[in-house]
Structure formats: structure tokens, C-alpha cells
């Protein structure tokens, strides 16, 4: 059995505790500064009040200030902040990570290098470590269709994790997975990344149907709602991620996984992205719809301004035309430039649709 | 401008009334001897009660009786007629039918040979025509995610034709695109069939979850429900597809595109599919789960009846192992052998996830 220590106690990092307890592991769950509340919580009566679930039995909670002695022994160590906090954990974790560990993140995101390369977080957080560490410490990701609050509730759920180190691999789905949380493997940590990151955009893509029809008055008189343009949305971002794995260098397979097909299906279910999505097919523009979400975190609009920055880079390098991927332009359109969602819909699938 | 004769006043047949009538094509449509109520509506009030509008400008409606004189001239015909009457249609065609005349079919299913060959439902037809008229026609057929209801009702549309004679699909889909119908095409028509036929079978597994989580007495205290279940359903049944099309010899990319994700995410939405996928979740056998649901057509549970007979012929051919396929075992297990829904979770994305 093995200590695993996860830092940041938001809604994913924590739901891992369970399988991972469940396992019989000893694990930490370490909040950040934010976090104080569910640590004191988790402390005083193992109780996670954002899971709204009691602490699994092998789980005992940290304050921040309490994290060198949380990291003490730990054989695997979990990233579990947002993107916003990546570098900032990088940062922390840096200095005090030990040959040996593995590192998995669960966070979900996308940044660009200034000539717009895309790079993944793990690299992102790779970077922050010193020179020493960072070229041995295996780091993975979870990617595939995972409501954080159903993990948490044994709920059946099925994922996917990357890294490049195969052994580390093995480590990790050995560890994680149980009757209820079913792991799978990639080495193909980069296009488990761009999928995790496209997702978010694309779901965006298939909200604004919802929108679309409330602009057109709702159903009509004979119940006609926009389920086909929905779907059609659906398959364009998953035409498209694939076509994005493809130029990258990556499997597109992925785009009838887990990764891609799994996780844009659960997260269309709902929440933040397609309720931003519904807004701006309504006829709201993105400043607008910002404004009627307030305090929320807009992370995929994030994600479109990101690809905003790396679709210009993939053209100048010969791997993308300027007619590709109509469905991420327009959202690029509509988040970076504020234009009315109007979708290029003759343009959609033309360039897939035979290979 | 042409003639379409559309044969069968069924909801998808008679909702091509009207992209075609808006190109200005003239349009007929013809009842089967079940649609006498239907065409004499359209006939008496110009108004389709199934559709719940009125037909289009350019559509007239024909009895069965005057079938001859609805072909007359026509250079594109329409099979509207459900998959068990194929057969049917192909015998009452298959003598009228002329040189140059292009037949386009919106049936979805599958047969099996006495071998245990999949067949699909183009092929059927043919085989019922005479042998001067039946290797010069071209077949084609629609895939891809498109409620009639919308598509009568003029929202925007994806679909996917396919059909071996490219000739005869750049006719179609310059005679039947729309501004609202957008008609994208492919040559690999059984590629295109097989996804029809699958993504039905694969409803019924996505359909599933939500009886599972009945079974499970709804959501739990902390609002836990299935989706992830739902979503790992979901990219299973893509990701299967994908292979039996590869093993088929067809295009596996159909499996992220219109006729693979995108139909199976529209079919999904709910109808009489899903309905008995959830039956079937709750604990109900094929069997009890027929008899709520009677006298709806289970299409669904016949494809999957088919795939029954068809992969013991694949794994004859030495085309597919035995724990191939697991979801899609599991569902002919619980149609064609009455099993409970119990599915074999550790099996799930096993062959697949590296390649």
C-alpha cells in the first residue's frame, strides 16, 4: 500500500480520495490557501462539505502549512488545482518532490508559448521544477468523462490516464482503480491533453444550439427542437479534434475514446460551458454573457482564446489550412473578437468527409 | 429541376418533401397501403397529420394505387418504407424501375445471410430487383443524425449520403442540400450502414445507465447520478463501432463523424430506443420490457437480434476474438438470451486503448 498525497482539495482532487482509500491506500488530502474551510471540515469532522460526503476511512486532511509533513513518504503525489494554479503549484511542489515519485494531475487546460506552440499542463508544470527533478519525475493526467461529485459517490466511471513513462503507468492504474473507477492507458499524454482542452472548447460549440432555439422562439408548433443541429455540433468537434490530433502528431483514435467522444458527451450534459454556450447562441455576446455569469470560472472560453493563439502557429508551420476547423474558428470569432454566433455551416465537415 | 418520387408517407420519407420542394424539385409522395389516412390528408388539406404541417409547395400526395402514375418521369426515387418493408418495396419497385433513375433509401437496419454475413439494407433491396435493372441503378442511402420532425420543420440538418457511384451522389446532393439540409457524401456505403444499424444497438446500451440509476434508487443524497456511466456507454459503443468497421473493411473515421458519434448522440437524446435501454437498466427482463412497451417497433432489439448471428461469422473469418466487443455481447446477451443487464465494466476499452 502506498501514501498519496493531493494537493489542492477542490471537487476532482478530493473524489480521488475514495478509490484511492478504497484501495487501502494511506491518503493526504492537502488544501491550498483557498481551502482552509474543507480542511477544517475534513478535520474537525470528516466531513467534505463541496462533496457533501463524509472523508473515505483512509483519508485524513492537511492544511497548506501542514504540506512537507503530508508529503513525507508519499510514493505518488496529485496535482489537483485548477489551471489557473499551475504554475503556482509547480512552484510549491517543486523544490520538495523526491526521485522515485510520480506525479499525476488532474487538472484540465491548455496554455501557448509566445510563437503560440500549445503546450500541455503537465509540461507547463514541468517547467516550474528545478533542473534536477524535472527530467525524471515520470508526470501523468486523467483524462475521460469524470463528474467529480459521481466518482466521489462510487458512482461507475471510466477514464483514461497518460504519461509517457510506461512503468509509472502501470503504478498509477494499479493504484487507482477499483471496482468503480476503471482506468485505462495511454502513452499518448500529449493528445490525452489537447483532447481534454478541445473538449471544453467544442462543448461550448454543441451549447449553442440550446441558445440558438430559445432565439427562435423555442420548439415550434409542432414540437421541432434543434437535437440534429446539437448532434451535428457534437460530431463537427469531434471531426475536428481529430483532425487536431491528427496534425499534431497524435492518435486520433482518441476522438471516438474516452477522451474525446466520452468526455465531450458528459460534459454537453451540463454546467458552466454550456450554459455560456446557450447564452451566446441566444444572440448574447461574449462580454454580455461574461457579465450574466459573473463569478464564475469561464474556463473554456480560456481554452478558445488559447487556440486563438496556436491555430495561427499550425498554419505558418504547413500543418493546418485556413478552411480548417470552421467550428473552432467561430468560437475563436465569437470569444477573442466578440462576433454574433453565426456558424459557417456549409463549411462544416467538407474537409472530412472522405480520407 | 427533377422529379423525386418518394414511396412510403412515413415521417423520415415524407420530411425529404420538403428540402427537395424548396429546390423546386416536384415532389410525389406516395402512401404504403398503411398510409391511406395520411395521403388522403394530404391530398383533402394539403397537411401531413403525422408531421403536423402542411406539405411543402411542390409536394403532391399519391395513393399506393396510383404508383404508376407518381414514377412516371421520376429521375430520383425515394425508399421511405421501415426496415420490414424492404423487401416488400424492393418486389414493388424492382419491376418499375428504369435505366438512369436513382434510388436513394432512408431505411435503417441490418440482415443477416443464413451464414451469418451482415447484409445491409441497400444490398436487400437490390437483390429483389430483376437482374437487367439491378446492377445498373445506383443505391444509395442517408446516415448521419436527423429527426424528421426537424427536418420538416426546416432546422438545420447534417447528414451523410453514401452510395458506390460518385456520379450518382453528386446528383443527390446537389438535388437535396438546402441552406437548412446540409448533405455531405461518402462512397464506403456500408461503412455508412453498418454505423445506422450500430448506433441503434449502442442507444440501447447508452439507455441503460438511466435504469441503473432507478435500480439504484435515483440520485443519491449528494446528487450523484450516471452520467459518467452514460458518457463511458457512450464512447464504448463509438469506440466498438470504429472497430467493427475496421474489421468490415470499412472506414473506422465514421465512428467520430456524423453516422457514428453524431447519430448515436441525437438517438441518445431519448425515443422508444432509450426507453427500452432503461427498462432493461431497472432490472427488467427483454421479455417484461416488451410487453410495457407494446406495440412500438423495437428496432433496436432486431439489429441487435442480427448482430447476434453476424459476429459468430466474423469470428469464423478470423476477424474478430471472442472478448471482442464486450458491450455489444452484452446487449445480444440480454435481448436474444434474456440475461440481466449485469455488463462486464473490466472489459471496456481493454483491446482498444493503445493501437
Redesign the interface.
Known amino acids: 500500500m502506498s501514501t498519496v498525497t493531493i494537493l489542492g482539495a477542490g471537487l476532482m482532487g478530493s473524489a480521488l480520495a475514495y478509490p484511492l482509500s478504497d484501495n487501502g491506500h494511506s491518503v493526504r488530502l492537502v488544501g491550498t490557501f483557498l481551502d482552509d474551510p474543507t480542511i477544517a471540515s475534513c478535520k474537525e469532522r470528516h466531513f467534505h462539505p463541496r462533496?457533501?460526503?463524509s472523508l473515505p476511512d483512509k483519508a485524513s486532511a492537511f492544511y497548506f502549512s501542514e504540506l512537507d509533513e503530508a508529503l513525507d513518504g508519499a510514493g505518488i503525489i496529485v496535482s489537483g488545482v485548477n489551471s489557473l494554479g499551475v504554475h503556482w503549484i509547480g512552484k510549491t511542489l517543486g523544490p520538495r518532490l523526491r526521485e522515485g515519485q510520480i506525479l499525476i494531475a488532474v487538472t484540465k487546460g491548455l496554455e501557448s508559448a509566445p510563437a503560440g506552440n500549445p503546450r500541455i499542463l503537465p509540461e507547463v508544470l514541468r517547467d516550474e521544477f528545478p533542473a534536477g527533478i524535472r527530467d525524471t519525475l515520470p508526470i501523468a493526467a486523467i483524462g475521460?468523462?469524470?463528474?467529480a461529485?459521481?466518482?466521489?459517490?462510487r458512482?461507475?466511471?471510466?477514464v483514461?490516464f497518460g504519461c509517457r513513462d510506461p512503468a509509472a503507468l502501470e503504478v498509477l492504474a494499479a493504484t487507482f482503480s477499483t471496482?468503480y473507477y476503471?482506468v485505462?492507458?495511454?502513452?499518448d499524454l500529449v493528445g490525452l491533453e489537447y483532447c481534454a482542452a478541445l473538449k471544453n472548447a467544442y462543448t461550448l460549440g454543441v451549447g449553442l444550439a440550446a441558445g440558438m432555439l430559445e432565439r427562435e422562439g423555442g420548439p415550434?408548433?409542432?414540437?421541432?427542437?434543434?437535437?440534429?443541429?446539437?448532434?451535428?455540433l457534437?460530431?463537427?468537434g469531434?471531426?475536428e479534434?481529430?483532425r487536431f490530433l491528427e496534425i499534431t502528431g497524435s492518435?486520433?483514435?482518441l476522438?471516438?475514446?474516452?477522451p474525446?467522444?466520452?468526455?465531450l458527451?458528459?460534459t454537453a450534459?451540463g454546467g458552466r460551458t454550456v450554459r455560456l454556450g446557450r447564452l451566446l447562441g441566444s444572440g448574447k455576446s461574449y462580454a454580455e454573457s461574461r457579465l450574466i455569469l459573473d463569478g464564475e470560472t469561464l474556463e473554456a472560453a480560456e481554452i478558445v482564446k488559447t487556440l486563438g493563439r496556436v491555430l495561427p502557429s499550425l498554419e505558418a508551420k504547413g500543418l493546418l489550412a485556413k478552411d480548417e476547423l470552421p467550428l473552432l474558428r467561430s468560437l475563436i470569432s465569437i470569444v477573442v473578437d466578440g462576433s454574433a454566433a453565426v456558424l459557417p455551416?456549409?463549411s462544416?465537415?467538407?474537409h472530412?468527409?472522405?480520407?
Request: net charge neutral; charged share 20%.
Open positions: 462533496l457533501r460526503r475521460g468523462p469524470c463528474i461529485g459521481e466518482l466521489a459517490g458512482r461507475q466511471s471510466f483514461m471496482s476503471h485505462t492507458t495511454t502513452t415550434d408548433h409542432a414540437e421541432a427542437y434543434m437535437h440534429n443541429l446539437a448532434a451535428a457534437f460530431a463537427q469531434t471531426t479534434m481529430a492518435r486520433r483514435e476522438a471516438y475514446m474516452l474525446g467522444a466520452g468526455d458527451y458528459v450534459q455551416y456549409s462544416f465537415f467538407r472530412y468527409h472522405e480520407s
